[in-house]
């Protein structure tokens, strides 16, 4: 399975903000959708991201009021990104390897949409359980006459 694959089947939906915004309004663009990340944009390319781990981040440095943070001021400027066709075993190894939760997939320089974590286990569940289906009926559905599996 790809990458492709997953955000076909997640859909196209993208919440994005701004570095100017202030960093209030992204958080609560974030409650509202119930997304942990946002793509930050700017000029109409992606200028970084912004994840619950910056924000929290923010919210510490500045003893619980970020009020007059800027998002741009806390954002991960140069996000690890994926490719499209990206094989999702690859894309766990990275998501681990880099401890990223949300990554922007690129189709050169076009940004195709956001893999969560949760996406990704969602799209392994959902392979894994079409698989034992299709074993079970074809063990269920076995030729007569023939040795069946040991």
């Not at 992204?26 to 910056?54: C, H, I, P, Q």
Request: aromatic content about 4%; hydrophobic content about 45%; overall charge negative.
């Amino acid at each position: 399975m790809q990458v492709r694959e997953i955000l076909r089947v997640k859909g196209s939906a993208l919440f994005t903000a701004s570095p100017q915004q202030q960093l209030s309004a992204a958080v609560a663009a974030m409650a509202e959708n119930d997304v942990g990340s946002l793509v930050v944009m700017s000029g109409g390319k992606m200028a970084g991201m912004l994840t619950f781990r910056e924000v929290l981040q923010a919210v510490n440095a500045h003893k619980g009021g970020p009020e007059s943070v800027l998002v741009g001021d806390v954002m991960v400027s140069d996000p690890v990104t994926v490719a499209p066709d990206m094989e999702v075993d690859d894309l766990r190894r990275l998501m681990i390897e880099k401890h990223s939760r949300y990554l922007p997939v690129m189709d050169g320089t076009t940004l195709m949409g956001v893999i969560s974590f949760l996406d990704v286990a969602k799209a392994v569940l959902e392979e894994q359980s079409f698989e034992n289906r299709m074993l079970k009926n074809y063990i269920r559905n076995w030729p007569e006459g023939e040795k069946g599996p040991e």
